[in-house]
């Protein structure tokens, strides 16, 4: 097998969360099985990233890109990434994020994973990571879900035969239903389309939650000002708690919880639900497409703005063990059927059609 290469823009866009996972993932299970495959990051804020792994290599690690920087940080990182081009020589690039001004200097083959389309959709200009050009020079191109790919179709007008659906993997752990805590989870961005404005308003709405839960923020950055003084509005700023970690530490916490949570309006794939699902949590989602596809009737299901029927839900499930069981038995199981090494072996299916091709 050739030479795989994934390129730096998602490590300097994302200090964590599913898409550098998902690169670093795939990275680490190609080479378990001998692919000669690397990620190349000069300068990264990711904490997936480690020194350890020789196919990771970065030098310079930081918290965040210093203000004003960012435009001269992904161009210094580019201008390294096309030097080490002409060391390794790969034969295959596998971008890991959007970056017109790197593949306008790319003469080799690529492949891109579009994750989701939810820019489009909500019609949020971002010339960045703008992704047709990348998308209409591509090799291939994979959807992380078949939602994503009805939309990238649809949004783009891409042929079909260009595109492969494959799903995202996530590591097997065991579960331990002896440590479960009053805690109801929320994991990553708060902001706009995930909708966590209903679930705090549900929340807020009942007396028994409030006397008996504390509501979980993993990641998504600390709560901001303007979050606080709505959390004191609402009466439950002493039941909101904010947590960060490592993969390690979030797994804790899922394993802790009596109750996961994602109302999401849009998604391209949803990974916290099969993370909570394989470490003993049930789960509540949002009734949207993807997580229908993705879950199948492994979970409960709410309609995402209807914060009287998201009190009810939520409340059904704590309240019930036997629910919770139910739950945690139907999810454990679907969660079963996702793992980091089917979602390698598809993606470098893809690598050897392309390089046979060439």
Known sequence: ?????????????QSNGGISKYISKINKKLQNIGINSKIYSPITINENLSKKNLNEIFFLKIKRIPKFLRKFFFFLNDKLF???LFFFKPDLIHFSYYNNQLEAKIKIPYVITVYDLIHEKLKIEG???????????AKHIICI??????DLIKI???EKNKISVIYLGIDRVSYNNEIKENYILYVGDRGRYKNFKTLISAFSNSEFLKENYKLVCFGGGKFREDELKIFENLGIKSNLIYKFG????LLKTYQRSKLYVSLSLMEGFGLTNLE????????????????????????EYVEPTNVN?????????????SEQKNLINKGYKRASNFSWEKCASDTLEIYKKILNEK
């Open 276 to 299: 909570a699902m394989s470490s003993g949590c049930p789960v509540l989602c949002s009734k949207i497409p993807i997580f229908k596809e993705i879950l199948k009737d492994s979970c």
């Open 82 to 84: 096309l030097l080490y």
């Open 309 to 321: 029927e998201v009190q009810s839900k939520i409340e059904k499930i704590i309240k019930s063990q």
């Open 246 to 249: 490592d993969e390690t530490e």
């Open 1 to 13: 097998m050739k030479k795989i290469l994934f390129d730096h823009c998602i490590f300097l866009h």
């Open 127 to 137: 010339k960045q990571f703008s992704k047709l050009k990348m998308i209409k020079n």
């Open 156 to 158: 783009y007008d891409v």
């Open 145 to 150: 879900s078949q939602e994503t790919k009805k």
